[in-house]
């Protein structure tokens, strides 16, 4: 298994604004995945980051609002740039390790 | 493409009832499924998974079935508790560490 960090948990911030999260795995993972789970609805992937590549991204997620940064094998991060009310979601990132993915406890992110 | 329907919810059931969550699929290949949940405030957990055809998944109390020739993949539980309460995900991926495609979600309350 994998235990999965995410900073921060929650966060209100204003329109116009960036907002960094952190992800950190306790064991090293080379494919790491950030989701967006809407209020009320399912996970949609935004991106795959893998180490030493450019991530990629999903229809509808453009790397210039959703940068992603992976510079080693158990840390990654995604910035939600420029964010309106509409970004308002949980962010959640996953390794995948043996076949199975894990997921961190999310960030909740609300935008006013 | 992948994609998986869900039974709509929200569900509501007595303590010690009989739970089914029905879940089919469309996939190219042999996908690997998945049931994860997601307690309330909290991210999501892996409850149960199956690999192939016939394979039976199951944790604390839940079973699910890979039935190829139906492409479902239903969750059950002979007497549920309140503690069972959350939201529950179907998933698959391709070859393992794919993207995982999830269904919309099912929100299941259990009163005493």
């Known amino acids: 298994s994998a235990v999965i960090s995410q900073k921060p948990s929650r966060d209100i911030c204003q329109r116009g604004t960036s907002l960094t999260i952190q992800c950190q795995v306790d064991?090293?993972?080379?494919?790491m995945f950030w989701y967006r789970q809407q209020p009320g609805q399912s996970l949609t992937l935004i991106a795959t980051?893998?180490?030493?590549?450019?991530?990629?991204?999903e229809s509808g997620f453009v790397i210039d609002k959703f940068p992603i940064s992976r510079p080693n094998l158990t840390f990654s991060t995604l910035t939600v740039s420029n964010m309106s009310p509409e970004d308002s979601s949980i962010y959640l990132c996953?390794?995948?390790?043996?076949?199975?993915?894990?997921f961190g406890a999310g960030t909740r992110l609300s935008v006013l | 493409g992948n994609s998986v329907t869900q039974m709509e919810g929200p569900v509501t059931l007595s303590e010690e009832a009989f739970l089914t969550i029905n879940c089919t699929y469309t996939?190219?290949?042999?996908?690997?499924l998945f049931w994860y949940v997601q307690y309330p405030g909290e991210g999501l957990q892996l409850l149960l998974k199956?690999?192939?055809?016939?394979d039976k998944g199951s944790n604390k109390g839940f079973e699910a079935t890979y039935r190829k020739e139906t492409t479902s993949f239903h969750l059950e539980k002979g007497s549920v508790q309140v503690s069972d309460s959350a939201v529950y995900f179907c998933?698959?991926?391709?070859?393992?560490?794919?993207?995982?495609?999830f269904g919309t979600g099912t929100r299941l309350t259990i009163i005493p």
């Open positions: 996953s390794v995948a390790t043996q076949n199975i993915q894990y």
């Open positions: 064991s090293q993972v080379t494919m």
């Open positions: 980051a893998n180490q030493g590549s450019e991530a990629t991204y």
């Open positions: 996939a190219t290949g042999y996908p690997s």
């Open positions: 199956a690999t192939k055809a016939d």
């Open positions: 998933a698959l991926s391709n070859f393992g560490n794919e993207k995982l495609t």
